[in-house]
T-cell receptor, first 118, second 119 residues
Framework: DTGVSQNPRHKITKRGQNVTFRCDPI?????LYWYRQTLGQGPEFLTY????????KSRLLSDRFSAERPKGSFSTLEIQRTEQGDSAMYLC????????????????FGPGTRLTVL | AQTVTQSQPEMSVQEAETVTLSCTYD???????LFWYKQPPSRQMILVIR??????QNATENRFSVNFQKAAKSFSLKISDSQLGDTAMYFC????????????????FGKGTLLTVNP
């Protein structure tokens, strides 16, 4: 159990470019979540997966955002045609059903990917 | 929709003293979880403590304890014997209980309280 990992930790890009972030959840955690956190604010929910199925998307997730979890393990979050307003910390978290590692139904967070759009 | 309010943007406390962070929430749900997370400067979000709404007993984790008042929709965090390493942003968060229908599992966070522990 090595915790949730995210790559890259920092990403600087120019407006209009596409970026992709990766999240590796805690092993055996079947739920995976993406949040966005802007400076001085609490994280805001973007989307979540149960296994490979994307079960909910926030209205914050515009058409330029897409998330996948193809094999029910790691997940990717892609932002197309980035805008300066996309600059934020993107957090990934995972959780398990009863019997999984760590406390049931409790989300454990990764270190985040800080995106800066110039 | 649920809302979480943390009315203290910043607080400070002397090392070894006790401090209480406030959190109130609004929900029509009866079954839910409440959490306190800690986010040290430039470091990742760490779970501090969790409370199930159906449990009347307040949760405790070593120096951290909560005062959960369900009727008042209040969930404060008490940190005893404060340490320099407790300096961090603290977030209160709400989650519906599994099986309560609708948008399960997502966390709704407050805006956070920046706690500084002074030597």
């Amino acid at each position: 159990d090595t915790g949730v990992s995210q790559n890259p930790r920092h990403k600087i890009t120019k407006r209009g470019q596409n970026v992709t972030f990766r999240c590796d959840p805690i092993s055996e955690h079947n739920r995976l979540y993406w949040y966005r956190q802007t400076l001085g604010q609490g994280p805001e929910f973007l989307t979540y997966f149960q296994n490979e199925a994307q079960l909910e998307k926030s209205r914050l997730l515009s058409d330029r955002f897409s998330a996948e979890r193809p094999k029910g393990s790691f997940s990717t979050l892609e932002i197309q045609r980035t805008e300066q307003g996309d600059s934020a910390m993107y957090l990934c978290a995972s959780s398990s059903l009863a019997g999984g590692p760590r406390i049931t139904d409790t989300q454990y967070f990764g270190p985040g990917t800080r995106l800066t759009v110039l | 929709a649920q809302t979480v309010t943390q009315s203290q943007p910043e607080m400070s406390v002397q090392e070894a003293e006790t401090v209480t962070l406030s959190c109130t929430y609004d929900t029509s749900e009866n079954n839910y979880y409440l959490f306190w997370y800690k986010q040290p400067p430039s470091r990742q979000m760490i779970l501090v403590i969790r409370q199930e709404a159906y449990k009347q007993q307040n949760a405790t984790e070593n120096r951290f304890s909560v005062n959960f008042q369900k009727a008042a929709k209040s969930f404060s965090l008490k940190i005893s014997d404060s340490q320099l390493g407790d300096t961090a942003m603290y977030f209160c968060a709400f989650m519906k209980h599994v099986g309560s229908g609708g948008s399960n599992y997502k966390l709704t966070f407050g805006k956070g309280t920046l706690l500084t522990v002074n030597p």
